[in-house]
Nanobody, 124 residues
Framework: QAQLVESGGGLVQAGGSLRLSCAAS????????MGWFRQAPGKEREYVAS????????YYTDSVKGRFTISRDNAKNTVYLQMNTLKPEDTAVYYC?????????????????WGQGTQVTVSS
């Protein structure tokens, strides 16, 4: 059974950095786009970033552009989210997801597999 497991979350001060990892098991997602989403308390899940199957194309929501970097290592079946210059408003549970196709999209409905999430808390 396919499974995505996130790790790397934690508590960090504003201006700090964290690197999230998403390891896939049970099947390979090397031909699938991968995405990161987040959900803050009392808010809907929102798109953060995505990457196409090869890693050659990446997209970000405006609020994280220039601060976050998504990458992938298909040999390790792992996707990463490097988060720099973190802000308190980045506090959320972060989820990785595997897309239905090779192409990167922001619509959560086009992702089939989801991890359980990892908590990121940024203190001011």
């Amino acid at each position: 059974q396919a499974q995505l497991v996130e790790s790397g979350g934690g508590l960090v001060q504003a201006g700090g950095s964290l690197r999230l990892s998403c390891a896939a098991s049970g099947r390979t997602f090397s031909n699938h786009a991968m995405g990161w989403f987040r959900q803050a308390p009392g808010k809907e899940r929102e798109y953060v970033a995505s990457i196409n199957w090869s890693g050659g194309l990446t997209y970000y929501t405006d609020s994280v552009k220039g601060r976050f970097t998504i990458s992938r290592d298909n040999a390790k079946n792992t996707v990463y989210l490097q988060m720099n210059t973190l802000k308190p408003e980045d506090t959320a549970v972060y989820y990785c997801a595997a897309g239905q196709t090779s192409y990167s999209v922001a619509n959560a409905r086009l992702y089939d597999y989801w991890g359980q999430g990892t908590q990121v808390t940024v203190s001011s």
